[in-house]
Nanobody
């Protein structure tokens, strides 16, 4: 299994970014997928999950700001991040709901104040 990520970058507070993750491997259709992040000096955190049937969960700190979605025809998940805040600066990763697959390269998201 491989996760190939796109998006991310530097944005001012209040701005938006969209992350994409293409899942290469035979796990996408039957697994819930998630976005994780690791901020400097902190451990990894699960940010959002989407099941193979479209059920969604978010960590409280991103509710109303982030939207996770998936395109089952493209083996891709997305994370739309709106109204970004500096404390959301982190490296963002995608993985399945267990977080047990080999991690991809991650995507740096930097929010300036």
């Amino acid at each position: 299994v491989q996760f190939v990520q796109f998006g991310g970058g530097l944005v001012q507070a209040g701005g938006f970014l969209r992350l994409s993750c293409v899942v290469c491997g035979n796990i996408f259709s039957r697994n819930a997928m998630g976005w994780y992040r690791q901020a400097p000096g902190k451990g990894p955190e699960l940010v959002a999950l989407i099941s193979n049937l479209g059920s969604i969960e978010y960590v409280d700190s991103v509710k109303g700001r982030f939207t996770i979605s998936r395109d089952n025809t493209r083996n891709t998940i997305y994370l739309q991040m709106n109204n970004l805040r500096p404390e959301q600066t982190a490296i963002y990763y995608c993985n399945d709901w267990t977080g047990s697959r080999p991690w991809g390269q991650g995507t740096q998201v930097t929010v300036s104040s």
